[in-house]
């Protein structure tokens, strides 16, 4: 998967949580944190989750207040990324419990560990394994 | 789209994406949408039903304009 980046927002515009799986300078990706923020935020729960900026593709969805916003390459398959971010969400809401953003400030390091490092085991895992083997896999990495 | 077959495959491909095209959901829909605009662009006029899907789609503002934003294939007019 041509996955470049991933992000954590308030409802708000704040960011929780950020990162970056090509390398891009800070002022780069502020810029393009805020421009992609801005397109996603600006957004209704009518239309749908894929949105074009540049040559990124972002998937982004909604949880509660919580927005996860993935990039990826333009010709790769949405419907799978937005898999994905729900696959995400539920490993987080199993292992520290309650998907809310303080629970995750406190657990900053579990965060960055799931977002950061399994983040590409989980790609490739992904191809391979039902999602909730995945899900059990990072549990026992974790715990 | 690169599989090379008979006109069998390609009725029963556009008529599963038409299927997708009447979901409820947004997504289901922006997709099956942009592979039939796809579609379109190479094989003309397969199915009737599903060009006035197509039409009946790009009259509304959403999944249209993304297409065209992006550029993978003009809608069809």
């Not at chain 1, 593709?57 to 949405?78: M, Q």
């Not at chain 2, 006109?7 to 008529?15: E, F, P, Q, T, Y």
């Amino acid at each position: 998967m041509g996955m470049r980046l991933m992000l954590m927002v308030n409802k708000q515009g704040q960011t929780r949580l950020a990162q970056y799986y090509e390398h891009l300078i800070i002022q780069e990706s502020q810029a393009l944190e805020g421009k992609i923020l801005h397109k996603c935020l600006a957004r209704n729960d009518n239309q749908c989750s894929f949105v074009e900026h540049r040559n990124y593709g972002i998937v982004y969805r909604r949880y509660a207040s919580v927005f996860f916003l993935v990039g990826v390459d333009v010709d790769e398959s949405e419907l799978a990324i937005l898999e994905f971010i729900h696959l995400l969400v539920e490993t987080m809401d199993r292992h520290p419990g309650n998907v809310c953003v303080a629970r995750y400030d406190v657990s900053f390091r579990k965060s960055t560990f799931y977002a950061g490092g399994n983040g590409h085991e989980w790609l490739h895992c992904g191809d391979k394994q039902s999602k909730y083997s995945v899900s059990n896999q990072l549990l026992d990495k974790t715990s | 789209m690169s599989i090379e077959d008979n006109g069998g495959l390609r009725v029963l491909a556009i008529n599963i994406l038409g299927r997708f095209l009447s979901n409820c959901d947004n997504n289901i829909r922006f997709i099956s949408f942009s592979f039939i605009t796809l579609m379109v662009a190479t094989w003309i006029g397969q199915n009737q039903k599903i060009r006035l899907m197509v039409v009946e789609i790009n009259l509304r503002g959403d999944g249209a304009e993304r297409l065209r934003e992006r550029g993978r294939a003009k809608a069809p007019e």
